[in-house]
């Protein structure tokens, strides 16, 4: 009995050691990347800059990644380290060296070691832009500086980001903004202010669209984007063209419709049909898609409809027009970081810029790419993949394992040996997800019970025994 009991505790220590062991392989929570037990989806602020970053924002950022598991939030690093142990009740993405976290006290903002720099009065903050975070507190926004002195109250209803000097802000009379020290400069006046850029912003009043200029002065109107490399998109008599900074019209106001510049190159449509223009307004890609977007790493997303609404299939060109992927793909998404996520029968994975599926198409959600790293999501559970598909496993600092003793080979110098790489496993072996931990410990306390059963089991037997031996005895001495 002694052995058995002994070999059933051993085996449950070593399934209990062995989940300890394995590291962190998938979390509830990636970056801004959420799921809500529906659907995944990135989360992030309204004015988050959807054309610097693309459709998802960064996964990392400074180095460091907030990753939640069982409720609790920390950061992990690129090198396969949990950098901030997860202790936290939320957490932000870096920025600028900063970044803010939840604690049964407030809100924090700490450094990249994990060093509270200050504690901030409000219910939410968000990342820093400019030397500035804008801040919620009771449901309306104020800014503070990367000190931690308030630079503007929590009295707006509505905040942007700062930007070349100013912030958009609104109250009950709309849209206006403040400088860097939270003074009024332009009055809120507008249904709309975007950042500013290149030295004005787009502003809506009623249903037209503005340009103004730092002076808060119109440079033209019927615009409906701020400046991208120079351009805005204006509507003139015949279509839709672009201006300058200056309010000059430098592409004609001829086009049906017109996408955004990128890369050198500009979506414009013609009976029905999308191509590309060059900034000077020269035909560069021929008429011959139903969509078109913007060019990213080299690349432009088209797509084919055929009903003229519905997309039915997306593919790739590159800047000379050339098909890059053709339109196979039920969806995707823009180039970022040198991949592309496109989905297939439900799925999602990955194609380089040269159209290769690089990442097989088996997750339930992809995120964009930025430096060389995504989350990508199955069963509601987040992992971390390299440009390869290489999943990351995240160990604390003091849980890495041993590495190999180094080569006894005198010829080999420790100046030409192979660099340590991240801890990562291959693709083909799925990473170990919590469910996974969770299943191990249960089996592992499963088996404890099992034993104790078989031992007080054993221990009932011997004392019924016991007791019969004790009634004979008994009997006989009666008699």
Same mark, same amino acid.
């Given at each position: 009995?002694?052995?058995?009991?002994?070999?059933?505790?051993?085996?449950?220590?070593?399934?209990?050691?062995?989940? !300890?062991?394995?590291?962190?392989?998938?979390?509830?929570?990636?970056?801004?990347?959420?799921?809500?037990?529906?659907?995944?989806?990135?989360?992030?602020?309204?004015?988050?800059?959807?054309?610097?970053?693309?459709?998802?924002?960064?996964?990392?950022?400074?180095? =460091?990644?907030?990753?939640?598991?069982?409720?609790?939030?920390?950061?992990?690093?690129?090198?396969?380290?949990?950098?901030?142990?997860?202790?936290? %009740?939320?957490?932000?993405?870096?920025?600028?060296?900063?970044?803010?976290?939840?604690?049964?006290?407030?809100?924090?903002?700490?450094?990249?070691?994990?060093?509270?720099?200050?504690?901030?009065?409000?219910?939410?903050?968000?990342?820093?832009?400019?030397?500035?975070? %804008?801040?919620?507190?009771?449901?309306?926004?104020?800014?503070?500086?990367?000190?931690?002195?308030?630079?503007?109250?929590?009295?707006? *209803?509505?905040?942007?980001?700062?930007?070349?000097?100013?912030?958009?802000?609104?109250?009950?009379?709309?849209?206006?903004?403040?400088?860097?020290?939270?003074?009024?400069? *332009?009055?809120?006046?507008?249904?709309?202010?975007?950042?500013?850029?290149?030295?004005?912003?787009?502003?809506?009043?009623?249903?037209?669209?503005?340009?103004?200029?730092?002076?808060?002065?119109?440079?033209?109107?019927?615009?409906?984007?701020?400046?991208?490399?120079?351009?805005?998109? *204006?509507?003139?008599?015949?279509?839709?063209?672009?201006?300058?900074?200056?309010?000059?019209?430098?592409?004609?106001?001829?086009?049906?419709?017109?996408?955004?510049?990128?890369?050198?190159?500009?979506?414009?449509? %013609?009976?029905?049909?999308?191509?590309?223009?060059?900034?000077?307004?020269?035909?560069?890609?021929?008429?011959?898609?139903?969509?078109?977007?913007?060019?990213?790493?080299?690349?432009?997303?088209?797509?084919?409809?055929?009903?003229?609404?519905?997309?039915?299939?997306?593919?790739?060109?590159?800047? !000379?027009?050339?098909?890059?992927?053709?339109?196979?793909?039920?969806?995707?998404?823009?180039?970022?970081?040198?991949?592309?996520?496109?989905?297939?029968?439900?799925?999602?994975?990955?194609?380089?810029?040269?159209?290769?599926?690089?990442?097989?198409?088996?997750?339930?959600?992809?995120?964009?790419?930025?430096?060389?790293?995504?989350?990508?999501?199955?069963?509601?559970?987040?992992?971390?993949?390299?440009?390869?598909?290489?999943?990351?496993?995240?160990?604390?600092?003091?849980?890495?394992?041993?590495?190999?003793?180094?080569?006894?080979?005198?010829?080999?110098?420790?100046?030409?040996?192979?660099?340590?790489?991240? =801890?990562?496993?291959?693709?083909?072996?799925?990473?170990?997800?919590?469910?996974?931990?969770?299943?191990?410990?249960?089996?592992?306390?499963?088996?404890?019970? =099992?034993?104790?059963?078989?031992?007080?089991?054993?221990?009932?037997?011997?004392?019924?025994?016991?007791?019969?031996?004790?009634?004979?005895?008994?009997? %006989?001495?009666?008699?």
């Amino acid at each position: 009995m002694k052995k058995r009991l002994f070999c059933l505790i051993l085996a449950t220590f070593l399934l209990v050691s062995q989940a !300890v062991a394995a590291g962190i392989g998938a979390f509830d929570s990636a970056g801004c990347n959420i799921y809500t037990g529906s659907s995944y989806y990135a989360e992030f602020d309204s004015n988050y800059d959807v054309d610097a970053y693309g459709s998802d924002p960064p996964l990392f950022s400074d180095g =460091l990644a907030p990753v939640s598991l069982n409720g609790l939030w920390g950061y992990v690093s690129t090198d396969g380290i949990v950098a901030i142990d997860l202790t936290y %009740k939320s957490a932000g993405i870096f920025s600028e060296g900063k970044a803010f976290v939840g604690t049964s006290e407030g809100i924090s903002c700490i450094d990249t070691q994990g060093t509270v720099l200050f504690s901030l009065d409000c219910q939410k903050a968000f990342p820093y832009r400019d030397g500035i975070a %804008k801040f919620q507190k009771d449901g309306l926004y104020g800014f503070v500086d990367a000190e931690g002195k308030v630079l503007a109250e929590a009295v707006w *209803i509505d905040a942007g980001y700062a930007s070349e000097g100013f912030i958009s802000v609104a109250n009950e009379n709309g849209y206006g903004y403040i400088d860097y020290t939270g003074n009024v400069f *332009i009055t809120p006046q507008y249904d709309v202010a975007a950042e500013f850029s290149g030295g004005a912003a787009y502003v809506q009043q009623g249903q037209t669209g503005l340009l103004i200029n730092m002076e808060g002065n119109v440079i033209c109107e019927n615009v409906y984007s701020g400046l991208i490399d120079g351009f805005a998109i *204006i509507q003139g008599e015949n279509g839709w063209g672009f201006v300058d900074a200056l309010g000059n019209i430098v592409i004609d106001c001829e086009w049906e419709d017109v996408d955004l510049p990128s890369e050198g190159l500009i979506g414009v449509r %013609k009976e029905g049909k999308w191509g590309f223009i060059n900034y000077e307004g020269e035909l560069a890609i021929e008429f011959a898609w139903d969509y078109v977007w913007p060019f990213s790493d080299g690349n432009a997303m088209v797509a084919t409809s055929s009903d003229g609404y519905a997309i039915d299939q997306y593919g790739f060109i590159n800047s !000379v027009g050339e098909q890059v992927v053709s339109c196979e793909y039920e969806k995707a998404k823009s180039f970022s970081g040198g991949r592309a996520a496109v989905c297939r029968e439900g799925l999602w994975g990955y194609i380089d810029t040269l159209g290769t599926e690089v990442i097989p198409c088996a997750y339930a959600y992809a995120a964009d790419f930025h430096d060389n790293f995504t989350a990508v999501g199955n069963n509601g559970v987040f992992t971390i993949l390299d440009t390869e598909g290489a999943s990351m496993t995240f160990y604390r600092a003091d849980e890495v394992p041993e590495t190999l003793p180094p080569t006894e080979d005198s010829s080999i110098s420790e100046e030409d040996s192979e660099p340590e790489l991240p =801890l990562r496993e291959e693709p083909a072996d799925p990473p170990v997800s919590i469910g996974t931990i969770l299943a191990v410990v249960a089996a592992g306390i499963f088996l404890l019970f =099992l034993g104790t059963a078989i031992v007080m089991r054993e221990i009932n037997i011997r004392r019924r025994r016991r007791r019969r031996l004790i009634s004979r005895g008994r009997g %006989k001495h009666a008699k």
